[in-house]
């Protein structure tokens, strides 16, 4: 027997898996909880100063992403630009230690250990200590340092509709002393351009 409570509300999309590579995202803070699910993926990113690893953070749109007028609210769109880009901003983690964590989904991080989930003017998740627990329970697979939002600009140039799939491609284009700059593409699943954004993060 089917649990209505696990069906679609009317005009819901259903729950579709994510494209290849993304696993549920593993930072969680108030601000979106009421977004999730959220999904994630780290990508090696080359072109970054230093080459680094950037987090590219997915979601499915439903009606609690939306507007009025049924298009992925801008708010939504920011906040998760600026977690992306802090995160990946701040991401210290091997290669290898973040495909074990991308296979692991389930011992990633919860919003019990989320510690504390923004200084930042819009809501990236970057904190000063936060860890995801390695697939062994052990040494940390993932760990950051604290990162702070001191500007965000974001250019909306289309839109994204309920059941559409949006992707946050961060990249890190220069990390100072005490300051970085970051910038991020929003895209639909079939690549069309939704907004873009760029950030300068205080260190420290």
């Given at each position: 027997?089917?649990?209505?409570?696990?069906?679609p509300?009317p005009?819901?999309?259903?729950d579709?898996e994510?494209?290849?590579?993304f696993?549920?995202?593993f930072?969680?803070?108030?601000?979106?909880?009421?977004w999730?699910?959220?999904?994630?993926?780290?990508?090696?990113d080359?072109?970054?100063v230093?080459p680094?690893?950037s987090?590219?953070?997915?979601?499915?749109v439903r009606e609690a992403?939306?507007?009025?007028r049924?298009?992925?609210?801008?708010?939504?769109?920011?906040?998760?630009a600026d977690n992306?880009?802090?995160?990946?901003l701040s991401?210290r983690?091997s290669?290898p230690?973040r495909?074990a964590v991308a296979g692991n989904?389930?011992?990633?991080?919860?919003?019990?250990?989320?510690g504390?989930t923004?200084?930042?003017?819009?809501?990236g998740d970057?904190?000063?200590?936060g860890?995801a627990?390695a697939?062994d329970?052990?040494?940390?697979?993932?760990?950051?340092a604290?990162s702070?939002t001191?500007?965000?600009?974001?250019?909306?140039?289309?839109?994204?509709?309920i059941?559409?799939?949006?992707?946050?491609?961060p990249?890190?284009l220069k990390?100072?002393?005490?300051?970085?700059f970051v910038d991020?593409?929003?895209?639909?699943?079939?690549?069309?351009?939704?907004?873009?954004?760029?950030?300068?993060?205080?260190?420290?």
């Amino acid at each position: 027997m089917t649990d209505p409570a696990a069906s679609p509300a009317p005009g819901q999309p259903q729950d579709l898996e994510p494209p290849g590579g993304f696993t549920r995202h593993f930072r969680a803070s108030p601000l979106t909880a009421p977004w999730e699910p959220l999904y994630s993926k780290w990508v090696d990113d080359l072109t970054s100063v230093p080459p680094s690893a950037s987090l590219v953070i997915g979601l499915r749109v439903r009606e609690a992403h939306c507007n009025s007028r049924g298009f992925a609210h801008g708010g939504l769109i920011g906040a998760l630009a600026d977690n992306a880009m802090g995160l990946s901003l701040s991401s210290r983690a091997s290669a290898p230690q973040r495909a074990a964590v991308a296979g692991n989904p389930g011992d990633m991080g919860t919003a019990s250990d989320a510690g504390n989930t923004g200084n930042t003017a819009v809501g990236g998740d970057a904190d000063a200590s936060g860890r995801a627990p390695a697939p062994d329970g052990g040494a940390a697979a993932v760990r950051h340092a604290g990162s702070v939002t001191v500007n965000l600009n974001v250019d909306f140039v289309g839109s994204a509709r309920i059941g559409d799939w949006l992707e946050f491609r961060p990249r890190v284009l220069k990390r100072a002393r005490t300051l970085a700059f970051v910038d991020c593409v929003v895209v639909t699943g079939d690549d069309q351009l939704v907004a873009r954004a760029n950030a300068t993060f205080r260190l420290g």
